[in-house]
């Protein structure tokens, strides 16, 4: 039985039961629960050390390692809110973030320190960089924060750490939102600790498990892999990889159990010819990020016939909200299934009463997994996290009189509908996000970019339908004021300088300006993405240079 309350305690009961199982794998590295717990307390207690207060922030921008595992674990327990920042994001992105929150800490290792030093002097609340391993400089003498080594850092007296309870903050995860810079969740103890539980239990995960961590640790999934396992007493594989086939060597290598990824990337590993090994351990494979073709499933399932293939639907805002059991998947594979346990899934409609089955609504979620809200961001809030209608979710009607205090529901923005069995369906989003490679991307975060390289005049992103990134990110751009072309070749060298791969414009089509506006004097994206789809579709030549083609380096995102 695990009575953890508060993330920290993932750990600290799991040592307590088998100090020598192994918690993490890191390469030829192996660490067990004893060591995982005391270098989580040596966090803490440097945190401490350096003055942090409770619920500053704590960023990490490192490569899967065991550091950075440890950070986040060490944070919790100190009492401050940790950041976990993409390794693919370039300085520019971590700077804004570092910002955006008034991240106090930064953990780092030394040639990302080298990349980011040009940004730090933008961050006013930066007080102290912690460096991993190698050779690091000093900072500047106008720099207002100071230089520490890791073993310096872990090797710091033990002071107590600060009161924590299981609804205080514990983390922000950086999600990009329908418009602008990416959105802060923050989420709380309860929140990771409810998911990590519910997900542990519906994939049956335990003791003998070995989950691989291939996705970001910065994804809610990706964590998600940490929390499910330190829950069971299972073992985690560290994994940083740079083509498909190094997961399925890892996957062979390491006996995995249990794998989750997004469909991208699933996608690439069907086209590869699998050990037979693997299907003699995996018990599972999990979908998250968006909807697994069809194919793709079908193609995993012939490839590891004793996998269970659990398929899911999540947002960041409330973690976890769906699975489809395996044994549902033949009957209805296009269903991202019911709601996971101690969730509520309701489908409501524009005056917050119930839809009938088959009924289109938008998907809300109720329960312990859903967050406190996005950092910094009022408006935002508001309009995702709102109190739930009188007399939904099991609440008394307002003639009953109910509660005083209203519970907060994630209204996710997404439409769905509810079959007569009770299984959901995916429709679609009602604002104007693309998910491409299981990433979330804006139109405008992509725009922004666009508009700093000064290569275009006006410019337009949008998402189109991809059989395998999900969303392929077009865009569509005029010449800069005195230029007679638009230069795409260059404007995509400086995306891909300035961009994550998976951020970078699949496509980059010229047109001659101004681009078409709707009533309110905005530049009709709609309007646009319907124009150049009718294009494509009837195979009518493009106007300016033809689509580019997709990187190998944006294909492995």
Known sequence: ??????????????????????????????????????????????LVALGLQRAERVAVYLEKRPEMVATCFGSAAAGTVFVPLNPLLKPDQVGYIL???????????????????PVLASCPQLRHVVVTGGEIESASATAAWTTTRWQDFVDAPARPPHRVIDTDMLAILYTSGSTGRPKGVVLSHRNMVAGAKSVAG??????????LAALPLSFDAGFSQLTTAFHSGARVVLLNYLLPRDVLKAMEREKVTGLTAVPPLYIQLTAL??????????????????????????????????????LMYGLTEAFRSTYLPPEEVDRRPDSIGRAIPNAEILVLREDGTECAPDEPGELVHRGALVGLGYWGDAEKTAERYR???????????????????????????????????????????????????GYRVSPTEVEEVLYGTKLVGECVAFGVD????????QVIATAPDGSAALDTARLL????????????????????????????????RKLLATQWLERRDSEAPAVGPSRTEPTAEAARA
Request: aromatic share 6%; hydrophobic share 35%.
């Open 202 to 211: 519906y994939l049956g995960n335990h003791a003998g498990d070995t989950l």
């Open 1 to 46: 039985m695990n009575d953890s309350s508060l993330l920290s305690d993932l750990v600290r009961v799991a040592a307590g039961r088998k100090p020598e199982a192994v918690a993490l794998t890191h390469g030829n590295q192996h660490l067990d629960y004893g060591s995982l717990q005391a270098l989580v307390e040596a966090v803490a207690r440097g």
């Open 493 to 524: 060298t400086e995306c891909k300088r300035l961009m994550p791969a998976y951020m970078v414009p699949h496509g980059l089509q010229a047109m001659h300006g101004p681009l078409p506006r709707n009533p309110n004097g905005k530049i009709d």
């Open 99 to 117: 910002r955006d929150c008034g991240v106090r800490l930064l953990v780092t290792s030394p040639d990302r320190l080298a990349l980011l030093q």
């Open 273 to 310: 010819d699998w050990p037979k090994a693997i299907d003699g351990h995996l018990r599972y494979f999990a979908n998250t990020g968006g909807r697994m073709p069809r194919e793709t499933l079908n193609a995993l399932r012939l490839r590891a016939p004793s996998a269970r293939p659990f």
């Open 466 to 473: 991809h059989p395998s990134l999900g969303h392929a990110i």
């Open 387 to 437: 109190p739930l209608p009188a007399g939904i979710g099991g609440r008394p009607s307002e003639e009953e009189g109910g509660l005083v205090l209203p519970e907060i529901a994630v209204f996710s923005g997404d439409t769905v509908r509810r079959d007569a069995e009770g299984y959901l369906y995916f429709i679609g989003r009602r604002d104007e996000m693309m998910k491409t490679s």
